[in-house]
């Protein structure tokens, strides 16, 4: 008997779906299909209370959009309602759109992924910078350490040592861009690991990203980054976030209160939640590793544009979702820009897990399966990881995680 091939399978899984649901829809035109409910029923938990921080809950099973649920709210000041049109950091998730544009330049024959940092850095004196390559920042196996001030000892202590703009710790943090908070890279005398031999997670070594691209393209980032990898996805809310002129529809993010009220800090009038975010959090928001803030509808439409072979090339997007190092997760190792899972239980899996200040957000795909889903909320309370494993075992509950099929060549 002849086999099909996951993609083979996928209209008519995608019938299968839609004809198990019923012809009522949502508010938004979703329709009340298989899941609903089970989905319902776990963020209910996480979301129980209509005036708390909130969330956006998204599935798309090919080209269709299979749940989409708000919940709370977007601004406790304000009282206003999360939704997917509210604009939300991503956090790690900008590293995304950063691997994409390192790859498309690698394709275009620009760089090299195997360049090393001297090439692009020559004011970097320690050797091992012609041992780090743009591969290893990308994998997190660059040895590179964060040496960033982030309390106010640190930076008292950084500021004796290099001048400064800025007179204090937090307007480093909140307007500090990648040319001030690379700078001790200039005089590093020694890494943590050696380059490639181990994974640790590191947000400083990607901020040299940005200048990698402008090197190779002579644009400046966010140009390069808006004209050949945002209007090429058609993302038209997403952008990099810039402190002096936020979005308007810009969320709040929060954290469970504890203890007295800090000065200056918002603290709702409940008395449950501290704000944050832009100013309060203790590190928020360099371009490359965080600076990203987007729309869920928006993210939803970054992840087909990257997957649906628009953007990179199958053969690089294998590249990109193929383990390069072990994480201390048994199950999960690292690829190019993001964590994968390939295990037995369920299909390849390519996910992003991470919070910034109150921002908490998971953003997964099984590429072989076309299933996407993003979990955006701007509170920090709740096990991201655990959930996704939930979200997983719904999906595979009602087959729509089919048994693990090669891989297309």
């Not at 040319?179 to 070594?205: C, I, M, W």
């Amino acid at each position: 008997m002849r086999k099909m091939s996951i993609f083979t399978l996928l209209p008519f899984m995608v019938a299968v779906v839609l004809s198990s649901c019923s012809r009522q829809t949502t508010d938004s035109g979703v329709p009340v299909c298989e899941i609903t409910a089970p989905l319902d029923s776990l963020f209910s938990t996480i979301f129980q209370d209509s005036n708390d921080p909130g969330g956006v809950v998204i599935v798309r099973l090919g080209d269709s959009i299979m749940y989409n649920r708000s919940f709370g709210l977007a601004d406790l000041e304000k009282k206003t309602v999360m939704t997917d049109s509210t604009v939300v950091n991503v956090a790690s998730a900008s590293k995304t759109y950063v691997t994409a544009a390192l790859v498309k330049l690698r394709d275009d024959g620009h760089l090299s992924l195997d360049d090393k940092l001297n090439k692009f850095f020559p004011n970097f004196t320690s050797p091992v910078f012609g041992e780090i390559s743009l591969r290893h920042v990308l994998s997190h196996t660059s040895g590179l350490p964060d040496l960033r001030p982030l309390t106010d000892d640190q930076w008292e202590a950084y500021i004796k040592d290099h001048s400064s703009p800025f007179g204090y710790g937090p307007d480093y943090r909140l307007y500090g861009r990648e040319e001030e908070l690379t700078r001790f890279f200039e005089t590093l005398d020694s890494v943590k690991s050696a380059p490639g031999s181990a994974y640790e997670y590191q947000n400083a070594p990607y901020l040299l990203l940005p200048a990698v691209i402008e090197n190779v393209t002579g644009c400046n980032f966010e140009s390069w980054m808006q004209e050949n990898i945002f209007e090429p996805a058609e993302l038209s809310e997403t952008e990099f976030y810039d402190p002096a002129n936020p979005h308007p529809r810009m969320a709040h993010a929060y954290t469970p209160a504890k203890g007295q009220a800090a000065k200056g800090r918002y603290r709702s009038r409940d008395g449950r939640w501290d704000e944050y975010d832009y100013g309060e959090a203790e590190f928020f928001l360099t371009r490359a590793d965080h600076g990203i803030c987007a729309t869920p509808r928006d993210f939803i439409k970054w992840i087909r544009a990257l997957y649906g072979g628009g953007l990179l090339s199958d053969k690089s997007l294998r590249e990109v979702n193929t383990p390069v190092v072990a994480t201390d997760n048994d199950s999960i190792q690292y690829g190019l820009g993001l964590y994968v899972q390939d295990i037995a239980s369920k299909p390849l899996k390519v996910f992003h897990s991470h919070s910034n200040g109150g921002f908490s957000v998971f953003e997964a795909v099984f590429p072989r399966q076309d299933i996407y889903y993003l979990i955006f909320t701007n509170r920090n309370d709740w096990n991201r990881l655990a959930t996704s494993e939930k979200v997983d075992s719904i999906l595979k509950s009602h087959h729509w995680l089919l048994p693990k099929q090669p891989e297309r060549e």
